[in-house]
């Protein structure tokens, strides 16, 4: 059944069909691809029978198919092309790697000649790609069939057909690009150990007889790709790679020198007296070194072995013994005539000595290192700015820098310690070069070296800590400088330098403050003890003026952090007791400055307060706040500082409740800070508010008043003083989100008090809200939001939320007659599935339900459109009435509002116009 079923399909896939007698060269394109599209599924599904069938079988079948698909490669329409190679590519990962030589031989015979090496090229790589290749999957067939196509397409025929046809812009899209590296790196992924001759062997090949430089390029990229794909192969340990390298290395141990023949040594003599031969015209062409590029295997070498240390495969702990024989190589390359292999030796011998343990070969040529290194400083470091020998430059920089940093047995000279501190003095403000700069002189500093040029070098490192333009140069400065104040004898100059860093936190600019900033608080953290109570006074005073007359928030953020972790540091009571006389009498200053300073100490510091201070503090802190509370319509330069004198003098007293209790007499001046004009006061008046409130008992608060709080005196007058003034807050138009919410938590709580309250069916007065008017009135902002306002959800939510949460904490029996009233905005915005707060008043309507019943909440909903009905038809009635009673005055508000729709028609038929226009 099988071979019936491939038999059809074939006789299918291989039958022309009849195209247009007369066609445009368009028209043979789109036939051509419709052909291809059509023949393609039929060919994969052909493959997918051919694998069931036996071996003989498959091996007769399947050549015709694979034939087919190849020869379509050779079609001059790039979309033929791109069906065929897709087509292609399933097949091969249908059949596996097996039959991926095979596939090769097949397209090696089809695309021979002209373009279709190109397209043969392109196809490779689009293979290697998508099939999925496991380690040793690549037998030694298909690796040669792989390396002579990626061979040409490097150094071949379809390299310079390449180089002819850069220019044309109408070339193959095959052609644009070299696909030989990627597929070599592939290839070197999945490749087993006894295959690395056979890929490496072609390559040397290329390398050692090249002479063009584009083609020097191209290998150059392709050793990259191989160093890529052989860190990639999991057969290829760590062993075989040094072992691999190592016999690179001495295979071409030469690194620039010619070696003659005897036979070509000795000159031939000449007679005198005969008359030389006319030379010719074309010349005697050079002789080209066989070594010439044995530099760039080198490289390849090299760049693997840096790799493997870097990515700490490679390490002196577990591979010494490998590693050993590398020394000598190294020493070699230092002195090869490529910039670009002493650079990779030096970047070797620098990872080597970052390993844990170092090599007694590699302490043996130490000297040998830095004078190479100061060779290259002293005869480059001016002159270069890019190139492969800046990156020789940065490499002994490096290697330096570890020298110093790592191996302590070995010291510099003073005069090569001053050469270096000369090079870091150029360097430090070169932007190119500030990074190694930076490295070099910490390693100098690590070596607590005294000299007289440190000084003057540490002082300008110091000015570029504040005045970099960078944060990379600013945060190097600091922790250098920072060095260099805890590890270095300085004296009487420690003073000095805090006093000037202290100063330095007036600096114009907000990064130089920050900078400043944060190495007086890593400088702080690490001083000594008796060093910090020393010089304690001087940087409280500093930090504290830059905490009330600093502009950016962040630096007073900053600046009240390193106020905390001072005085936490400071365990002496004297100290910490003048900070607190300082505290208090800045607060009895006349100064709203001094206030205001005093007021932000004691917020930073209240965690170091003991009962009794804080007590004192407190009492005059309430004193402050009652006198600034009431606004008196004053404007002056200081309203502002007024303002911040009373918020954070509310939020300091929260913050001092937990060590000492806050007296009565501040939450009587609730009501003024809760009206007061700035919006964060009256917030902070709100969170008061909820403080209090939080401190008794809704449930019997109104029952059982307290005897002596701020309810202990005509409870009730209190309570309804509070519901009004929360119900005056949430009625303002530039209301706070966060102002709402604390508004709600504190009506949730009130109305909750009212409805627990068993006198308050029978309470009665002029202005009194009961429970039923507070419900009204909330119900009533949530309606008139909804119906001027409809793009603000500001109130309408915060009302939803308080209905949940009025919900959740009072109990159904005393809720039932208000339900009606709490369902009724939750009801609206529900019907509304278009409304901005949707999500939301399903979420409430789905608690509502959970909590009271489908029965309960029907029947509430039902009372509440019968109440909106009724409310509805006396409106009508009434208007009814009105216009008979009222004649005149209802025939102008009728023609009122007939003017208002038309005008609402006429911008309505604007915008649909508008859209309309652009839509064209």
């Known amino acids: 059944w099988y071979q019936r079923r491939v038999r059809g399909m074939q006789e299918f896939l291989t039958r022309k069909t009849s195209a247009p007698v007369e066609r445009t060269k368009k028209m043979s394109i789109s036939y051509e691809e419709d052909q291809v599209a059509v023949q393609a599924p039929i060919a994969i599904s052909i493959v997918n029978l051919i694998t069931r069938l036996p071996e003989g079988e498959k091996q007769a079948r399947l050549p015709p198919v694979l034939l087919r698909i190849c020869n379509t490669l050779r079609n001059r329409a790039m979309e033929v092309r791109d069906v065929s190679r897709q087509t292609l590519s399933t097949i091969a990962n249908s059949l596996g790697p097996v039959y991926l030589g095979y596939i090769l031989t097949e397209l090696r015979g089809a695309l021979s000649k002209g373009y279709q090496l190109h397209v043969l090229s392109y196809t490779l790589h689009h293979l290697l790609i998508h099939l999925d290749l496991k380690p040793a999957d690549i037998d030694n067939s298909t690796l040669q069939i792989i390396t002579e196509v990626c061979v040409d397409g490097l150094v071949g025929r379809t390299a310079a057909d390449r180089d002819r046809g850069q220019d044309n812009k109408n070339s193959l899209p095959e052609a644009r690009k070299c696909y030989s590296s990627q597929c070599l790196e592939r290839c070197a992924s999945v490749l087993a150990v006894s295959q690395l001759p056979l890929l490496l062997d072609p390559v040397k090949k290329m390398v050692l007889e090249t002479t063009r430089s584009k083609t020097i390029s191209r290998l150059e990229d392709l050793l990259k790709c191989l160093v890529s794909g052989l860190l990639k192969n999991p057969l290829i340990t760590p062993t075989v790679s040094m072992v691999f390298c190592h016999q690179l290395l001495n295979e071409h141990a030469s690194t620039g020198k010619s070696h003659r023949s005897a036979a070509a040594q000795t000159q031939k003599t000449t007679d005198i007296y005969e008359i030389p031969a006319a030379p010719k015209r074309d010349g005697v062409k050079p002789r080209v070194m066989k070594t010439s590029n044995s530099h760039l295997l080198h490289q390849f070498s090299l760049q693997l072995l840096s790799t493997l240390l870097k990515r700490g495969v490679v390490t002196t702990a577990a591979h010494s013994e490998l590693l050993d024989p590398f020394i000598a190589d190294l020493r070699a390359c230092l002195h090869s005539s490529d910039v670009r292999t002493q650079v990779l030796s030096v970047r070797c011998f620098s990872q080597l000595f970052e390993q844990s343990v170092l090599l007694p070969s590699l302490c043996e040529i130490v000297t040998e290192l830095t004078k190479f290194s100061f060779h290259v400083l002293r005869n480059n470091t001016r002159s270069t700015n890019s190139g492969h020998m800046l990156e020789l430059i940065f490499s002994s920089f490096k290697i330096l820098t570890v020298i110093l940093r790592e191996y302590k047995e070995y010291s510099l000279s003073e005069l090569e310690v001053k050469t270096l501190l000369q090079y870091i003095a150029d360097d430090i403000h070169n932007r190119h070069r500030q990074a190694t700069a930076f490295s070099l002189l910490k390693s100098v500093l690590s070596r607590d070296i005294v000299l007289p040029e440190i000084p003057e070098l540490l002082e300008r490192i110091f000015e570029m800590s504040v005045v970099g333009q960078s944060e990379f140069v600013r945060t190097q400065s600091r922790h250098v400088f920072l060095h260099y104040l805890l590890h270095y004898p300085l004296g009487k100059k420690l003073r000095t330098y805090i006093l000037s860093l202290s100063k330095q936190l007036d600096y114009p600019h907000k990064d130089g403050r920050l900078s400043a900033l944060e190495l007086l608080g890593a400088l702080l953290a690490k001083l000594p003890a008796d060093i910090l109570k020393e010089h304690f006074l001087v940087v409280f005073l500093a930090l504290s003026t830059m905490l009330v007359s600093d502009q950016d928030a962040q630096c007073r953020k900053g600046a009240g952090i390193t106020i905390e972790d001072l005085v936490s540091r400071v365990g002496n009571d004297n100290l910490r007791e003048k900070v607190w006389n300082l505290t208090a009498t800045w607060l009895a200053d006349k100064k709203l400055k001094h206030k205001y300073l005093a007021v932000l100490l004691m917020d930073c510091l209240y965690k170091h307060l003991s009962t009794k201070r804080a007590a004192a503090l407190i009492e005059q802190l309430v004193v402050v706040v009652n006198t600034f509370s009431v606004w008196e319509g004053e404007e002056d330069c200081a309203t502002s500082t007024r303002d911040q004198i009373v918020y954070m003098g509310v939020l300091t007293l929260l913050k001092l409740n937990s060590i000492s209790t806050i007296p009565v007499s501040t939450y009587d001046r609730i009501q003024e800070i809760t009206s007061y004009p700035h919006q964060w006061v009256r917030l902070a008046g709100a969170q008061l508010l909820g403080h209090l409130l939080s401190q008794h008992d809704n449930r019997t608060l109104l029952s059982l008043p307290p005897e002596s709080h701020f309810f202990a005196d005509n409870t009730r007058h209190r309570v309804d003083t509070l519901i009004k003034v929360c119900l005056l807050q949430l009625k303002s138009p530039n209301i706070l989100p966060e102002h709402a919410l604390q508004i709600v938590k504190n009506l949730v709580w009130l109305t909750s008090a009212l409805l627990f309250s068993p006198q308050e069916e029978t309470v009665t007065g002029e202005g009194v809200l009961g429970t039923r008017d507070l419900i009204y009135r909330l119900v009533v902002i949530a309606s008139v939001e909804s119906s001027q306002d409809p793009t603000n959800t500001l ?122 226009f652009k839509s064209h």
């Not at 707060?837 to 009271?852: D, G, N």
């Not at 029907?858 to 008979?884: H, P, V």
């Open 795 to 916: 109130k309408r939510g915060i009302i939803l939320k308080w209905v949940g949460a009025l919900v959740n904490t009072v109990d159904e029996e005393l809720l039932s007659p208000h339900l009606p009233a709490l369902v009724a905005p939750v009801h609206r915005e529900v019907k509304n599935t278009s409304g901005p707060v949707y999500e939301m008043a399903t979420e409430v309507m789905t608690f509502l339900r959970e909590r009271l019943g489908n029965e309960t909440l029907s029947q509430a909903i039902s009372t509440a459109d019968q109440t909106r009905s009724e409310k509805k038809r006396k409106r009508k009635r009434e208007t009814a009435l009105a216009a008979i009673a009222h004649p005149e005055s209802h025939a102008k508000r009728k023609v009122k509002v007939n003017l208002a729709k038309r005008e609402k028609r006429k911008e309505k038929y604007k915008m649909l116009k508008a859209k309309q």
